[in-house]
């Protein structure tokens, strides 16, 4: 079978059911589309089949890229979404950023440049942990398989934290959607918040985000440049932040450790002189 088989037909059935419902049948029709993430280009032959003059899949995985039957129209860029997008062309008509963020640790750049490189609507679905103060939940993942994160570090970003992204982006209208309609087996879009700090498999968001007119091409790229200066910066922090929570819990584990052992009379700290 092949890897991106099984629940995934169902999933992508669902997803791009959707987008013709709410964007028209005739959505993909010669169209340029670029699919990052796309694996052995699933999702990239089915926009195809509706008509998409050519598309690409930017993939980490040569093995999923060698799984992919040949289509003239669909070329295969292997690049690791962790250093950045690498594509072959400046922009593209549609961009379809499904699944992919949340296998990624530093996932802002790529949700920002998916947008600029959309000249009329970009589709953004992902993961996302249920917390309104936790921006960001780092999660260790299989780097054996197929399609979990590359490096063995993904994340699973709050919705609102994406919210907030996408209204500083130039030139961009994100919509949030929380249809049921996108909702296959175990992926659910339409669950009511918590904002409990939980993840789990299936708990995810969908976004359309349409593009306007780029009237200052420029000025845009500095905008977009300037985030990314500010989400550098905020990562150094987090960095910092982080190493020193988990310090702190190490020591507490360990003055925890000490207390047990003391208290067994299995061990006792030595005299001072």
Known sequence: MERFGGHYDTWTDNRIRWILDNFGERI?????????GGGS???ARRVRELGARQVEVVEGRLS???EAPRDDAIAFTLANLERGLT???PSYDIVLNLGTIYHLANWEPILIDSILRAREVVF?????????????????EDTGGYDQAMS???????????????ARIPNAFGHKVL?????AEFHRYDWENALDGHVEDGLRRFWAVQRLSQLDAVG???????LLREIHYSKTLETLVLTRRAQHELERKLDKVLELLTAAGSWAPSAVS
């Open 64 to 66: 999923n890229i060698a």
């Open 220 to 226: 845009e790229r500095a905008a977009a440049d300037a």
């Open 179 to 183: 249809d049921p309609a996108l909702n």
């Open 124 to 140: 953004i679905e992902t993961e996302v942990i249920d917390s309104e103060v936790e921006y960001n939940r780092y999660v260790v």
């Open 28 to 36: 993909f029709e010669g169209k340029s589309v670029l699919d990052i």
């Open 152 to 166: 063995g570090v993904g994340s699973r970003p709050s919705e609102f934290e994406i919210d907030r992204l996408l």
């Open 87 to 89: 594509t072959r062309e």
């Open 41 to 43: 280009g699933h999702i």
